[in-house]
């Protein structure tokens, strides 16, 4: 299996390549209909993103952000998806509320996910097996192979038929609320922004192994033409060589 993807000297650096990288998709999205959309993931490799995002002149009030995952806490604490995105792109460039389209997990993770969904199916018009198509769909890996909040072995990263879902991941002892391989799949851009040496195994088995979801769900990616590109630091990338 054939991955495109580009190497840059640290973290901050690959993280601002894919903030140009979505730019440019997002200008495109916006040339062609009156709006754009943005799925956003969270941790700590997206903040120079993010900040870079909002130094752009683009047409925020025409662009809508959604989240690919969630963990189970309140939009104040630390851990918050949400919360990082909030302070460090949305309050800056002071995107318009109705813009936003963040997971409610003031609810249980069932209800935030069952809300989410059907925010989802609404705003996209969607109808009966549909998936919505995401402009620009950003995640990231962690050093197991996840992505989003599909972690090894979850059952859910089968699913085709289902958007949101909540999961109970037990290696953190949290409860997250995650978008499923329907709409990651269906997106019509991905950029995965992966840094950091912990990474580079996974990486390896990802890019160069055999094509195994269930053993590493950051393989759920588009192979039907639609973009895909990977941003990594040389630590993350040490391990690639050549073409993956």
């Known amino acids: 299996m054939r991955f495109e993807w580009k190497a840059y000297?640290?973290?901050?650096a690959a993280?601002?390549?894919c903030a140009a990288y979505v730019i440019e998709r997002l200008d495109e999205a916006l040339a062609t209909r009156g709006y754009a959309t943005l799925a956003l993931s969270g941790g700590a490799t997206p903040r120079p993103m993010f900040q870079r995002l909002a130094k752009s002149r683009l047409a925020w009030?025409?662009?809508?952000?959604?989240?690919?995952?969630?963990?189970?806490v309140p939009p104040t604490d630390p851990e918050s998806n949400y919360k990082l995105a909030a302070e460090t792109l949305l309050m800056p460039?002071?995107?318009p509320q109705r813009n936003i389209?963040?997971?409610h997990t003031e609810l249980t993770p069932q209800a935030a996910a069952g809300a989410y969904a059907r925010e989802i199916r609404e705003f996209f018009g969607l109808g009966r097996g549909e998936m919505p198509e995401f402009?620009?769909?950003h995640r990231g890996m962690g050093a197991e192979g996840h992505t989003g909040s599909l972690f090894p072995g979850e059952p859910l990263i089968d699913d085709r038929e289902e958007l949101v879902a909540a999961v109970y991941v037990a290696k953190k002892e949290q409860w997250r609320i995650t978008l499923l391989p329907g709409p990651l799949l269906a997106a019509r851009d991905t950029v995965m922004l992966v840094a950091g040496a912990d990474k580079a195994e996974a990486a390896r088995a990802v890019f160069q192994g055999?094509?195994?979801?269930?053993r590493y769900p950051a393989q759920l990616?588009?192979?039907d033409g639609r973009g895909v590109l990977w941003f990594l630091d040389e630590a993350a990338a040490r391990l690639l060589t050549g073409d993956a």
Do not use: C, M, Q, S
């Open 61 to 72: 009030n025409r662009i809508h952000v959604f989240w690919v995952d969630e963990r189970a």
């Open 101 to 103: 389209h963040r997971i």
């Open 15 to 17: 993280a601002e390549a």
């Open 9 to 12: 000297p640290d973290p901050k």
């Open 135 to 137: 402009d620009v769909l």
């Open 210 to 214: 055999p094509y195994e979801p269930n």
């Open 93 to 95: 460039i002071g995107i």
């Open 221 to 223: 990616t588009p192979r």
